[in-house]
């Protein structure tokens, strides 16, 4: 059974850092592209971040020069530092990936919130 778990969200003031998590289960992550979503509240879900197998990465133009990501195949892992963040940032922020034969997988999703 495949599953996906995401950690590390909070409440942060605004030019604050957090690091999420998205650690997989009975899938190989490292043979897959990864996305992180987000969702906020009456918005649809966008992809914030993608990374692929060999690891080339792309960014929605609102986070460029500020999130990273990256993935960590031993730990079969995958993370988003987010840096200097706004409050346009808030949102329920989400992983996402999609095996070769097209199943969809989803994390619970964890929640980031920015305000002073």
């Known amino acids: 059974q495949v599953q996906l778990v995401e950690s590390g969200g909070g409440l942060v003031q605004p030019g604050g850092s957090l690091r999420l998590s998205c650690a997989a289960s009975?899938?190989?992550?490292?043979?897959?592209?990864v996305g992180w979503y987000r969702q906020a509240p009456g918005k649809q879900r966008e992809l914030v971040a993608s990374i692929t197998s060999g690891g080339v990465v792309n960014y929605v133009d609102s986070v460029k020069g500020r999130f990273t990501i990256s993935r960590d195949n031993a730990k079969n892992t995958v993370y988003l530092q987010m840096n200097s963040l706004k409050p346009e940032d808030t949102a329920i922020y989400y992983c996402?990936?999609?095996?070769?034969?097209?199943?969809?997988?989803w994390g619970q999703g964890t929640q980031v919130t920015v305000s002073s």
């Open positions: 996402n990936t999609k095996n070769r034969w097209g199943d969809n997988y």
């Open positions: 009975g899938i190989r992550f490292s043979i897959y592209a």
